[in-house]
């Protein structure tokens, strides 16, 4: 099957470029001596996640609990789910995943330990939990510099039955802020990443030094990871604490977000969005409007910082260049709006790419991933989750 025969839109998967972005992140997790665990929420696809296994990843990091099915059912043996767990449903369905593969989850609250707590003790059962700590992001997580709350937390956690804290976790979102004034965007995602790495290993001692029990430098976890953070990751020593597993997701795919950031090049961009035009006209100025079929629910509307359009547009997909003058500049439902000044080389029917701004959010609105070789579909994904 050729790009052509599919309806649009489509997502289309670069098969070289997955596999060398794989492959890269890959041998970085290697050489830093840290276990791979991807995200799975970028990809959503249990058959890209038996190629990240066959490569070496240790399981899988999931954000939800359809996720985590999902690639429980595929065979995935090892899942993460890195978010807080609360409510009973939600533990019935948990505590149902243990039935075939090891499973984890992370909590920041007391009445999160609680409440968790209270399920699986009566349940009869123990499950590994790992501290969620914020090191800067502002989202989730105790503070990493809230010493008090932090060793409070741990010991609740360490003292609850049922629970076992394996280790602390947290997610450096802050990377996609870009760089602070005066600052290169190189120079910020090393200040990025050394703040996640660093900070999570203040945590490890100081929990260590506090006394916690299970604070053991040889088995403690600690678990870092967000794509742009990790683009310059160099593990380090801490009283014997190491960083002992990442969790990017976005790596496999990369997008345009990621270009903007600097953490990639546009050749390392391995999803588009296949397109229709279905309209085209050209406003008073001389500029012309084009219409494609991929609007908001396939491009979607995220932009990092100083980004000013809605994906890019390629010129010549097979060496990744991008169009010198079609912008994406708005977003409906259904339609993409491209400014083209000048005139547009393409007309209506005609087909292009987008390299979307978030692949991941880009993903989860759409069912099927086609794998290609140039112009050839070899293989279609299952969007699972």
């Known amino acids: 099957m050729l790009i052509d025969d599919l309806s649009t839109p489509a997502l289309l998967v670069d098969a070289d470029r997955l596999s060398r972005n794989l492959d890269r992140m890959q041998a970085k997790a290697d050489e830093n001596d ?20 066959d490569r070496g990843a ?89 010493d008090e709350e932090t060793i409070r937390l741990a010991e609740a956690i360490a003292d609850a039955p049922g629970l076992d804290l394996a280790g602390i976790l947290t997610h450096a979102g802050q990377a996609y802020h870009g760089p602070h004034d005066g600052e290169s965007k190189a120079d910020a995602l090393r200040r990025a990443g050394r703040e996640e790495r660093d900070r999570m290993l203040e945590v490890a001692v ?15 976890e600690i678990s870092i990871g967000s794509t742009p953070s990790l683009t310059h990751f160099e593990n380090a020593e801490r009283a014997g604490f190491r960083i002992t597993e990442i969790r990017p997701g ?41 219409y494609v079929d991929a609007g908001k629910k396939v491009v979607t509307t995220d932009q990092g910082p100083g980004m000013d359009r809605y994906g890019t547009v390629l010129y010549n997909a097979r060496y990744m260049r991008a169009h010198p ?5 708005d977003l409906s439902e259904e339609h993409g709006w491209m400014r083209v000044p000048g005139g547009a080389t393409f007309g209506v029917g005609d087909r292009l790419r987008i390299v979307p701004n978030h692949a991941c959010v880009t993903v ?20 699972a989750a």
């Open 34 to 53: 840290a276990a791979l665990r991807p995200h799975g929420k970028t990809h959503k696809s249990p058959a890209l996640a038996r190629w990240q296994i």
């Open 58 to 146: 240790i399981g899988l990091t999931v954000a939800t609990l359809p996720e985590a099915e999902a690639f429980a059912e595929a065979g995935v043996g090892d899942i993460r789910v890195a978010y807080p767990v609360v409510g009973r449903e939600r533990y019935e369905r948990l505590l149902a995943l243990t039935e075939t593969a090891t499973v984890s989850f992370t909590v920041d609250t007391e009445a999160g330990v609680r409440q968790a707590s209270r399920f699986l003790d009566d349940a009869g059962t123990t499950m590994d939990v790992l501290l969620e700590v914020d090191v800067g992001h502002g989202r989730c997580g105790v503070p990493w510099d809230a």
């Open 206 to 220: 100081r929990l260590a030094e506090a006394g916690c029990e299970g604070i053991d430098a040889d088995t403690f």
């Open 250 to 290: 976005n790596y496999v795919f990369n997008d345009a977000m990621q270009v903007n950031l600097k953490s990639a090049e546009l050749d390392d961009c391995a999803l588009s969005v296949y397109t229709s035009v279905v309209s085209k006209r050209r406003d008073p100025s001389g500029t012309e409007r084009v």
């Open 325 to 329: 003058h079609a912008v994406v500049t």
């Open 364 to 383: 989860a609105t759409q069912n099927a991933l086609h794998v290609v070789d140039g112009d050839e579909v070899v293989e279609t994904w299952d969007v």
